[in-house]
Nanobody, 128 residues
């Protein structure tokens, strides 16, 4: 079964850290770019970060300087290290695969069809 599974979400206090994981099963992530999105109920999906199949990283404005995306192809997993978390980071975080170069992410124009697989999401709540 081809799927992506996110994990690592939870409740954290402002200023704290979390590391999210996106693990693939049924296929290898090596050839894909991986995008992290987040979504708050009633709002649109926001692109957080992307890592290309060659390891080039991109960040949305909300993530720059605080979040770090990385990949471990041997573990078929992409990570999102989130530091200095703020209440505004509260959302469901999803990972998705793209064609490999993160073009939809860094162009700022992306559609559902740009991403071939999605995870089910993991909740991140930042609250004191």
């Amino acid at each position: 079964q081809v799927q992506l599974v996110e994990s690592g979400g939870g409740l954290v206090k402002p200023g704290g850290s979390l590391r999210l994981s996106c693990t693939a099963s049924g296929f290898t992530l090596d050839y894909y770019g991986i995008v992290w999105f987040r979504q708050v109920p009633g709002k649109g999906r926001e692109g957080v970060s992307c890592i290309s199949n060659s390891g080039i990283t991109y960040y949305g404005d909300s993530a720059k300087g605080r979040f770090t995306i990385s990949r471990d192809n041997a573990r078929n997993t992409v990570f999102l290290q989130m530091n200095r978390l703020e209440p505004e980071d509260t959302a469901v975080y999803y990972c998705a695969t793209d064609a490999g170069d993160c073009r939809p992410f860094y162009s700022g124009n992306y559609y559902e069809a740009d991403f071939s697989s999605w995870g089910q999401g993991t909740q991140v709540t930042v609250s004191s």
